[in-house]
T-cell receptor, first 114, second 115 residues
Framework: AQSVTQPDIHITVSEGASLELRCNYS??????LFWYVQSPGQGLQLLLK??????LVQGIKGFEAEFKRSQSSFNLRKPSVHWSDAAEYFC????????????FGQGTELSVKP | GAVVSQHPSRVICKSGTSVKIECRSL??????MFWYRQFPKKSLMLMAT?????????EQGVEKDKFLINHASLTLSTLTVTSAHPEDSSFYIC???????????FGQGTRLTVV
């Protein structure tokens, strides 16, 4: 079945440590890929997106993600986490590459300890 | 960047009443808008696709008579939860796009509580 999987429901990292959030998808073609962040009770903020081209994508707030076709993955990384990065992170796929109709992963809650 | 505004941000209504949520694109014309629902500690589930001037397309399992969607102009789509019940309590988020093959922009969401 077509799906988006974020294997880690909750991750805790120390402030200043590196971070990697995993995302795998199961769609035949290469879909558009997105990472969003959501603070409690808030809407979604786009961190970065992959549409085509360079497989290493730079985003806002120091985040980057790498698209690996062979692994059907789009993992989010940050070299040094700040306390303000604590939030819910969603990987999303646009399977039709038409812009907008997104399928979301179940989310990864990030906690940052001092 | 493109701005999408939802109103209200929070609403409490009595069981059996209807409540309308607005989604506006403030600085662009949105040919298509999307409505999502998010349960606590859960992911976002697409409810329906709203195209300006035509009927909305609902995802499987979404009651179209319960969740009425109207996209009367290029800047406004509304979601009306009819005869609301406590199980309709949720966080509803809209997104809007300009043309195909571009990303969609999200509103800030509406927290609906039915008491």
């Amino acid at each position: 079945a077509q799906s988006v999987t974020q294997p880690d429901i909750h991750i805790t990292v120390s402030e200043g440590a590196s971070l990697e959030l995993r995302c795998n998808y199961s769609y035949g073609a290469t879909p558009y890929l997105f990472w969003y962040v959501q603070s409690p009770g808030q809407g979604l903020q786009l961190l970065l997106k992959y549409l085509s081209g360079d497989t290493l994508v730079q985003g806002i707030k120091g985040f980057e993600a790498e698209f690996k076709r062979s692994q059907s993955s789009f993992n989010l990384r940050k070299p040094s986490v700040h306390w303000s990065d604590a939030a819910e992170y969603f990987c999303a796929v646009d399977p039709y590459n038409q812009g907008g109709k997104l399928i979301f992963g179940q989310g990864t809650e990030l906690s940052v300890k001092p | 960047g493109a701005v999408v505004s939802q109103h209200p941000s929070r609403v409490i209504c009595k069981s059996g009443t209807s409540v309308k949520i607005e989604c506006r694109s403030l600085d662009f014309q949105a040919t298509t808008m999307f409505w999502y629902r998010q349960f606590p500690k859960k992911s976002l589930m697409l409810m329906a696709t709203s195209n300006e001037g035509s009927k909305a397309t609902y995802e499987q399992g979404v009651e179209k008579d319960k969740f009425l969607i109207n996209h009367a102009s290029l800047t406004l789509s509304t979601l009306t939860v009819t005869s609301a019940h406590p199980e309709d309590s949720s966080f509803y988020i809209c997104s809007a796009r300009v043309v195909p093959n571009t990303e969609a922009f999200f509103g800030q969401g509406t927290r609906l509580t039915v008491v």
